[in-house]
């Protein structure tokens, strides 16, 4: 019996916020996969070492958990704006699909960085030293993020002494600005109220903000579901029970929101709507060790992602917070003091994080013009991917 060879395929291997991806040229995958559809999606899923029974990708490039289960696929714009084209694929571990319905907010803070590396921005337009500006067209939810690119002799400048509270090692601090975040599609607020009550049969009835805006995401105060909003992982992912009634919230909320019309279709978007629990300041010690200060934070903000509590805060989430955040009168606002507010920093099981919005009310109507956020991002490994044919 004989068996094809590998093929292998160019692609880096990136850190973004506290993420980590494989990226790809588009050019560079496959002809077959160089379209949307089962082959793409049967390629990246092997890349990544998906679906795992095992839940431990040890056969890819995967590291078993949400914020390491990812792909990125990028392209030279032609729409004469933008310099790259970005589309997201969130892999699932255990099971055999890939999610295009978000954006990744982490690995946003990749993409410029990878952009200038693969040749994709002209020469010219990049400074010897300084900032170099990178617009980018997000085409799974169709907006623009600009990023801000240190440059040192003409090369990206990837260390530096900028922290990030998730990610071990300081690195070069990378701003984006996320454009319009809330989805034309669909109302700011899909059900036109900053709070509504979101029914959960057999489990109870919540307070809820759902919003559309970096990712959809539904918020409820920590107390009303029996947290205090200082949780870490192990209080949270080691318990079956707990992880299936999130699930269930997450799915009526998605329902209510109007992104699926059964409750059995959130099966199949892991991905959106994020379920995120919010709480007013309080002193505890983050996963690292370091005490977070009460007075250091305006609010507490955890997050569940692929039916996980995340370790530290989606990017995207971070926009939905800081877009809520800045509309008085939310679950999100109100945690953090109620007003008006052009930024906050909430404590997340990592440590902190600073996010800003600027958010406008017209007749009646809230809108957000941008979300302002810093990461850091580096190349990890570059060459190629083996991938059985």
Not at 233 to 240: F, G, L, S
């Amino acid at each position: 019996m004989s068996f094809a060879p590998q093929i292998k395929v160019a692609a880096t291997y990136m850190r973004g916020g506290t993420s980590k991806g494989v990226f790809f040229r588009l050019q560079d995958l496959p002809t077959e996969a160089q379209t949307a559809g089962g082959v793409r999606d049967n390629l990246l899923m092997r890349v990544i070492g998906s679906p795992d029974p095992y839940a431990k990708q040890t056969d890819g490039m995967g590291g078993a958990t949400s914020s390491t289960s990812k792909t990125v696929i990028v392209a030279k714009a032609d729409d004469g704006e933008h310099d790259v084209n970005y589309l997201f694929g969130q892999v699932a571990i255990d099971k055999a699909f890939v999610d295009w319905s978000g954006n990744c907010g982490n690995l946003s803070s990749a993409v410029g960085a990878f952009a200038i590396h693969s040749g994709f921005i002209d020469a010219k337009k990049l400074p010897q030293n300084g900032i170099a500006t990178v617009k980018i067209w997000q085409q799974n939810i169709g907006k623009t993020i600009i990023a801000k690119i240190p440059m040192t002799k003409g090369e990206v400048q990837e260390t530096g002494n900028f922290e990030l509270d998730g990610v071990t090692f300081p690195a070069a601090e990378i701003e984006l600005e996320f454009i319009d975040p809330a989805d034309k599609s669909a109302s700011l607020f899909p059900t036109g109220n900053l709070v509504d009550d979101l029914i959960v049969p057999d489990v109870g009835t919540f307070k809820a903000t759902m919003i559309n805006s970096g990712i959809p995401t539904i918020f409820v105060n920590a107390e009303d579901i029996g947290y205090h909003g200082t949780e870490l992982q192990d209080d949270i992912n080691n318990d079956e029970q707990v992880l299936a009634r999130f699930e269930t919230i997450r799915a009526y909320g998605a329902v209510k929101m109007g992104l699926i019309r059964d409750i059995s279709e959130a099966k199949q978007r892991q991905h959106t709507p994020k379920i995120a629990f919010v709480s007013q300041p309080k002193t505890y010690q983050a996963s690292s060790g370091k005490t977070i200060i009460e007075t250091d934070v305006d609010l507490l903000v955890r997050a569940m992602s692929m039916g996980k509590l995340h370790h530290a805060m989606m990017g995207t989430a971070a926009v939905a917070i800081g877009t809520a955040a800045a509309i008085p009168g939310t679950l999100v606002n109100l945690a953090a003091g109620g007003g008006e507010k052009q930024s906050v920093r909430f404590g997340h099981p990592s440590g902190t994080l600073k996010v800003g919005a600027a958010a406008t009310k017209i007749d009646s109507q809230w809108s957000v013009d941008k979300a302002i956020m810093s990461r850091t991002a580096r190349i990890l490994m570059e060459g190629w991917v083996r991938v059985p044919n």
